[in-house]
């Protein structure tokens, strides 16, 4: 049974570029979440798709946006990339009642 | 709101003692609560879930927690450290219902396990 998978593991931007991360969900689930987690914090909640939508979103500016496919998997974009976007981007899928996650393993972003 | 406090960013036990890792949290609703852990320079491993059943949960690798409302605690313990259990470790809290779905995560505790 597939975990949630993630791509690519690492990445190297420039300030001001633009990323895409992938995600692919546990095999069974349909809603995905998206956290940023700081060197030496905690993850922070980014937003959370279901049903192709988003349907919860936290407090990130709009230079985050997302989207789900018909398959359930789920990119990240980050426009306009800051040195403080540098970090560790986890994705997590669960059921549609949103409530237990399973994590992937990241994608570690480096802003340069 | 939500909110997690993990006491003590750092704790360092003897392999083969015991292991406590503390957390309080702060919700407006009846809360779900997780405990993840991390390795380094990876994804959040789910160690072990409160979901309004038992409050007495086990979890992997021999982890246990016991959610006490009255105290709104959910720490997390271990009898017997193993070096493998040196991590990093997260508690985290969610709404049980209702339209809120965002997962409030601790500081995150690092265990050390000394030989």
């Known amino acids: 049974d597939a975990g949630v998978t993630q791509s690519p593991t690492h990445l190297i931007k420039t300030r001001g570029q633009q990323v895409t991360l992938r995600c692919s969900p546990k095999s069974g689930h349909d809603t995905v979440s998206w956290y940023q987690q700081a060197l030496g914090q905690g993850p922070q909640f980014i937003f959370q798709y279901y049903e192709e939508e988003e349907r919860q979103r936290g407090n990130f500016p709009d230079r985050f946006s997302g989207h789900q496919f018909p398959n359930y998997s789920s990119e990240l974009n980050v426009n306009a990339l800051l040195l403080g976007d540098s970090a560790l981007y986890l994705c997590?899928?669960?059921?549609?009642?949103?409530?237990?996650?399973?994590f992937g393993q990241g994608t570690r972003l480096t802003v340069v | 709101a939500q909110s997690v406090t993990q006491l003590g960013s750092h704790v360092s036990v003897s392999e083969g003692a015991l292991v406590l890792l503390r957390c309080n949290y702060s919700?407006?609703?009846?809360?779900?609560l997780f405990w993840y852990v991390q390795y380094p320079n990876q994804g959040l491993q789910l160690l072990l879930k409160?979901?309004?059943?038992?409050?007495l949960v086990k979890g992997i690798n021999g982890f246990e927690a016991e959610f006490k409302k009255s105290e709104t605690s959910f720490h997390l313990t271990k009898p017997s450290a193993h070096m493998s259990d040196a991590a990093e470790y997260f508690c985290a809290v969610v709404n049980s219902g209702g339209s809120n779905y965002k997962l409030t995560f601790g500081k995150g505790t690092l265990l050390t396990v000394n030989p």
């Open positions: 997590a899928s669960s059921l549609r009642t949103g409530r237990v996650a399973f």
């Open positions: 919700s407006s609703v009846p809360p779900y």
């Open positions: 409160y979901t309004s059943a038992a409050t």
